[in-house]
C-alpha cells in the first residue's frame, strides 16, 4: 500500500494530467469537492490538501460560489523555475525525448565556494554527482550534486545515483530537503562546458547555484546545473499579495 504522501502526490499528478490534456482539458472548472474525492477514492480532507497545493502553484483557483476555477495560462507554461521538477521530465515537457547520457561519481574534498554553501569547513571530504541530460540526443542540462560525505550510510553504488539526487539522500542519508535557495544567472560556456554541451566557447547557459534545506534549516546538498540555450522557455508565476 502507498503511503499517505506519495499517494498524495500521485493523486496530484494525475488532476494535472486530467486537467491538461484528459477528462478536464475542455473544462473551465473542476467538478464538486464530494464528486471529485468519491471519484478520486480520497477523503475531501486529502483533497483540500491536493488543491490547496495546486492553488499555491497557480494551477487553479478556489472562489467561493463559484467553484474551482482551472487556469490554462498557468497549465500552459511549459517549465516553472518556482516549481522544481526533474530534468527529464523538464525535458520532456518542452516537447523532447530525454535521456541521461551519463552520471560521473566521484570523491573530493570541499573547496571555499562549497564550503560556504554546506556551511562546512573546507577540505571536509564530500560527493561529487555529475549528471549529463539530453533532449532529442542534444546535451541539455548538466548538473554537479555536492553532498557532504560523512552524511552517507550503507553500501552504496554508481546504480543508486543514476535516479535523482533525491533518492540517494533519503535512501542512504536519511535526508528529505524541504527548501531551497537558488541563484540565477546568464552564463557563458568556459572550454570544460563547452566540451559538455558540444558548443563553442562563449556560447550562452543559464546557471543556477542551488542550497537544498532541510526542516530545520540546515544545508544539506547543494548544485551546479546548467541549461543550454535554445531548449527551454523558462516561466516565474508570482502571485501579487
Known sequence: MSSQPSQAKT????????????????CARLPRESVLAE???ISRTQL?????SLEREGFITRRHGVGTIINRHVLNAQTRMDIEVEFLDMIRQNGHEAAVAYVRVSDGTADK????????????PIIRVARLCTADGR??????????????????TIKDFKLPIFHFLQRFCGVNPYMDLTDVRPT???????????????????????VDFDIDGKPVFCSSEYFADGIFRHTVMRKKL
Open 11 to 26: 493523486i496530484r499528478s494525475q488532476l494535472l494530467s486530467a486537467m491538461r490534456s484528459g477528462e478536464y482539458a475542455d
Open 39 to 41: 471519484k478520486l477514492g
Open 48 to 52: 483540500r490538501d491536493i488543491l490547496a
Open 113 to 124: 565556494r562549497i564550503a560556504q554553501q554546506l556551511q562546512i569547513p573546507e577540505g571536509t
Open 139 to 156: 546535451p541539455a542540462i548538466y548538473c554537479e550534486d555536492v553532498v557532504e560525505k560523512a552524511l552517507a550510510r550503507g553500501n552504496y
Open 188 to 210: 557563458v560556456a568556459d572550454a570544460a562546458l563547452s566540451e559538455v554541451f558540444q558548443v563553442p566557447v562563449g556560447a550562452p547557459l543559464l546557471n543556477m547555484e542551488e
